[in-house]
Structure formats: structure tokens, C-alpha cells
């Protein structure tokens, strides 16, 4: 038994090794896991699995999932594992960090498993951003990636697209969602088209809802006005939501004047992270 950096490296039989129920990754690709038990064959496991003992003594996986299965596809006698001291909490930010490093977790599985950390010790977001070491605003931009819906989640993966276009495609009201994915992946948009397309179909739900409201005439010139700001200012906050950045505008208006209320959470700042626009 050897210690790497204070850490054990145990060579152990794969069924030796337990796998918890929440771990991150849920889907596997089995034409993958062939791929990667073809390289093992060849190259062996050239980087060890992290391993720790549970409450029952157990040595449970805390990252290398793919490696563990390719390994006992090969029918592998032992596979090295580096035994870590950590704690249930401790262990499961390591799962994720690990696997995202590693690009074994779509986005939706990654936003999931830090979800399901966050609300299962009762973790502030700002500790986990922390944790993971990531930006406060990436983590936040991670997590409302949750909020698109199941059809939109497949499609997104299904094509390929990367974070930006899931981001664009929550930008978009929900029943455009689909006309904007379509187009999205029918004609092969670049993230500039469509961060385009996204605008003109948040443009045109915004000019519906403003002829369907009731309102007092006003000067022509100050609808052109008005018109040119609210879409400059709608371009600037998706390019800042697009970026990581969580800004949120809201408009309100009556007889006398409009109003655009801007605001942007400060990641430094405790009093910050928890603010939502009210």
C-alpha cells in the first residue's frame, strides 16, 4: 500500500467497489464505455479511481464510474483507486467537480447533482460555488438551466448544443421555445444567429403583449424612442445572461411614465446572492 500525497493508492478487485444511489452521472453511453474498455485493454487505467470508506466500511466510488464499468467489462482482476478521508457532503462535491473536469456529466445531470447537494445538506449556493470553484453567477446560471422544460432538455442534448444555446433557449418564451430550437438546429444557426433569433422572438412576444394591454395614446415619437431603448436594453441583459452574468429588467408603466428596473446580483456580497427580482 502506497500514500500519494497523504493519500492511499489501493489496487482492488471491481466488485469490491460500491457505487452510491445518488451518484452524479445517470445515463451511460454502452458504445462509450466499449470505447473506453477498448483503450484500457491497450493502455490500462492509466488515472486511478477515488475511492473512500462509508459508515458501513465499505469502499464506495467517489469518481471513475465510466472506469469502473469499462474495467469489469474487461473482466480487470484489480484497478487502482486512491482511498480519500471525506465525508458524505465532502464526497459528493468531489463526484461533481471530478466529473465535470472529466466532461462525463451533460449539463442537466451536472445543474441535477448540484441541486440535489445543495438542497440535501442545506448548502448555500455561495459555499457551493465555493466548493466547486466556480464563479457565484456560473453556478446560478447552471442551476436555472433546470427550469427549461423535458422536451427542450432532450433536443438540446440530442443535437449537441453547448450551455449558450440552453441558455438562449430559457431566454425565449416557453411556447417559442420549439420554433426556436427548430430553427436553431434545422439550419445549423452559429451561437450569433441565434442569440439573434432569440431576440426577435422576445421582441415580437413583447410587442404582443403591448398591443393586447389597454393604454392611453402617447406620441408616436416616444413609442419609436421607447422602442429602440427597450431593445437596445434587451440585447444587453441576454448578452449578460448569456455570459454567466444573472441580470434580470423588468418593465412597468401607467399614464404619467415608463420604467425599466435593472438588477444584477453581486457574487462578493452575502447580502447579494440571495436577491431575486421582485
Known amino acids: 500500500m502506497k500514500k500519494m500525497f497523504e493519500k492511499k493508492l489501493l489496487f482492488l478487485k471491481p466488485n469490491e ?122 453556478l446560478q446560471s447552471k442551476l436555472n438551466l433546470l427550469k427549461l422544460d423535458s422536451l427542450s432538455k432532450k433536443r438540446i442534448l440530442l443535437a449537441g448544443l453547448n450551455q449558450r444555446f440552453a441558455r438562449l433557449a430559457l431566454y425565449v418564451p416557453e411556447e417559442k421555445r420549439q ?17 439573434e433569433l432569440a431576440r426577435q422572438l422576445v421582441a415580437d412576444e413583447e410587442d404582443i403583449i403591448k398591443h393586447s394591454e389597454q393604454s392611453p395614446p402617447v406620441r408616436k415619437a416616444l413609442i419609436g424612442d421607447e422602442r429602440l431603448f427597450a431593445n437596445s436594453l434587451s440585447k444587453l441583459i441576454l448578452t449578460m445572461q448569456v455570459s454567466g452574468i444573472e441580470a434580470y429588467s423588468r418593465k412597468t408603466e401607467n399614464e404619467k411614465y415608463i420604467e425599466y428596473r435593472i438588477r444584477i446580483p453581486k457574487p462578493q456580497t452575502e447580502n447579494y446572492r440571495q436577491l431575486k427580482l421582485v
Not at 430550437?181 to 452559429?190: F, G, Q
Open 179 to 195: 420554433q426556436f430550437l427548430n430553427a436553431v438546429i434545422k439550419d445549423c444557426l452559429s451561437l450569433g444567429g441565434a442569440k
Open 17 to 138: 467497489i460500491v457505487c452510491p444511489i445518488s451518484f452524479a452521472r445517470k445515463y451511460y453511453d454502452d458504445y462509450d464505455i466499449k470505447n473506453l474498455a477498448d483503450n484500457i485493454a491497450v493502455n490500462g487505467v492509466i488515472e486511478p479511481l477515488i475511492i473512500r470508506k462509508n459508515e458501513l466500511g465499505n469502499f464506495e466510488l467517489i469518481a471513475g464510474l465510466r472506469r469502473l464499468k469499462a474495467s469489469k467489462m474487461l473482466g480487470l482482476r484489480r484497478i487502482p483507486c486512491i482511498l480519500q478521508v471525506a465525508d458524505d457532503e465532502t464526497a459528493a462535491f468531489i463526484s461533481i467537480s471530478e466529473n465535470t473536469k472529466r466532461t462525463n456529466l451533460n449539463m442537466f445531470e451536472e445543474a441535477e447533482a448540484i441541486k440535489e447537494v445543495i438542497t440535501r445538506y442545506e448548502t448555500k449556493e455561495g459555499e457551493a460555488a465555493d466548493r466547486l470553484g466556480i464563479a457565484y453567477s456560473n
